[in-house]
């Protein structure tokens, strides 16, 4: 059994209209992929997307209270990260740079030691309507698409590294 996100309240599924949950099994060590994650200035590595990404607080890695800047799918969004375990969980709530409407999103990992590797689970909740209408109306499942080609890149590139080492 693998753990899930630990949502705060006013992020939980169920009571969010937008939801992904996207997991993958990668043969390569739990302390790899950690460090893949905690490095965000260096995501587009492993996810090409992910190639706009400044950490504010002048830290060289992702830790926990760290303010982020990232543009996702055209949009510039500042992340703070509320959740950090390290080598276990990591977690961020989003706003929308210049939105308005008060739209958030909460974006959790989960990495899972296991006998040949690690697991990896990444769950997404947004809430508000900037998310509602680009997401939900103009491009539904986007959010699904998007986190899996990311954990599908998290696991090539490890994989591709604990084979060269």
Known sequence: MYDHVIWPEQYDPKISPIYALNDINVNAPAELVWKMLVDAKNWAEHFPPEDQVEILSGESELALGTRFHRVTVGFPMTPIVTEFVPGRRLAWVTTVDGDDSGSTAYHGWVITPTE????????????????????????PGALFRYHQDWVEGI?????????KN
């Open 155 to 163: 696991k090539r590139k490890a994989e591709g590294h604990s084979e």
């Open 116 to 139: 040949n590797g690690c697991h990896v689970l990444s769950e997404e909740t947004q809430q508000g309507d900037f998310f509602l209408e680009l997401i939900g109306k103009k491009h």
